[in-house]
């Protein structure tokens, strides 16, 4: 290319050719490369071998992703682990595979591809795509779930630390968690709470999975796992009631309805608290930003909010927002009580 290597030309086009990197990204760690490295250096032939690969073009594809600081290749051509590979691993600490390998699923990407529909009516992508929404196709396509449900699992480790580590939970002697998945956050919580007792509230679907995460996380004794639809109601009586990554899936319609039927729950003097992205005012760099991208191709009017649209939605359910926390993980804490 003549254009200078800082120009905004080449600096576009990088950005344009992203969703190449991330193919590539996606596809070392669906073959599991980054743990085949993590007991040292390896070739190309000898990756391929191991991953039942074509040895030239999978050199290639690790060639690329070397140039970007995924992996490094030496001067014998063989390949090594780096600092950003590292997330990439099974099993590490804060690892991304499990997300990584969602991102590489067909029913994922092929819903970027109607991104324009989306801009063009509202409608999410997805079911425009495959007629139905995200939630149903996965509850239709048991493998898709779990590969969904196994991305949030691991996605949500450092948030759910991260929550514990910002929020003080005294006070709190029940914790409901609403639409919690496998209960990764509430096992959480309740580890580093011993005299706290939890209930897991999920569709009927999720509930076996969910049951067997907190046998495995040994909380299963102080933990209620419960099979309702929180549209229409949930567990009454907990001094708390959470929500992570549950209201930015829903347009304000059907998330007033959930925060509403939370509220219906609640005794006096109950919490909520909402644990989703505030997208930051202005040009300020945030992921939130990207994320909202995702909502708008995936969800059924999903987006992430302003700390004011999150206030005046609350306001809707009859809360009022008293604080947002934010935590190293990137998302914050919004805290409400009844009005």
């Known amino acids: ?101 969602m991102l590489g699923e067909e029913w994922h990407w092929r819903a970027w591809g109607d991104l324009p529909h989306a801009v063009r009516t509202g409608q999410s992508a997805f079911e425009h795509l495959y007629g139905v929404t995200n939630f149903e196709y996965w509850a239709q396509h048991p493998e898709a779930e779990a590969i969904f449900d196994d991305a949030m699992t691991s996605r949500g480790a450092a948030q759910n630390a991260a929550v514990v580590a910002a929020y003080d939970f005294a006070g709190v002697g029940t914790l409901v968690d609403v639409g919690g998945g496998h209960g990764s956050l509430l096992a959480a919580v309740l580890q580093a709470h011993p005299a706290m007792r939890g209930v897991l509230v999920e569709r009927p679907e999720v509930v076996a999975g969910a049951r067997a995460y907190l046998e495995q996380a040994g909380v299963q004794e102080r933990c209620e796992v419960v099979a309702e639809d929180f549209f229409a109601s949930v567990v009454s009586g907990g001094d708390a009631y959470v929500l992570k990554s549950v209201v930015h899936d829903w347009d304000d319609d059907r998330a007033v309805a959930i925060l509403s039927t939370c509220r219906r729950a609640m005794p006096a003097g109950g919490r909520l608290l909402v644990v989703d992205w505030v997208v930051p005012p202005g040009d300020e760099p945030s992921f939130a930003k990207l994320l909202d991208l995702l909502m708008l191709v995936w969800t059924p009017g999903g987006k992430e909010r302003t700390e004011a649209e999150h206030r005046a939605l609350l306001a809707l359910a009859g809360f009022e927002l008293t604080r947002v926390i934010p935590t190293a993980a990137g998302v914050s804490i919004i805290e409400a009580v009844q009005t």
């Open 1 to 101: 290319m003549s254009a200078h290597p800082s120009s905004p030309a080449v600096t576009v086009l990088r950005l344009m050719a992203g969703t190449w990197v991330s193919h590539a990204i996606l596809l070392a760690a669906r073959l599991g490369i980054p743990d085949l490295l993590a007991d040292g250096p390896k070739d190309g032939r000898e990756l391929a071998g191991l991953t039942d690969a074509h040895a030239p073009s999978l050199y290639r594809v690790l060639r690329a992703l070397a140039s970007v600081g995924v992996f490094r290749e030496a001067e014998d051509g063989r390949f090594h682990l780096t600092p950003l590979a590292e997330p990439l691993r099974d099993g590490v600490p804060g690892s991304l595979r499990a997300f990584a390998i």
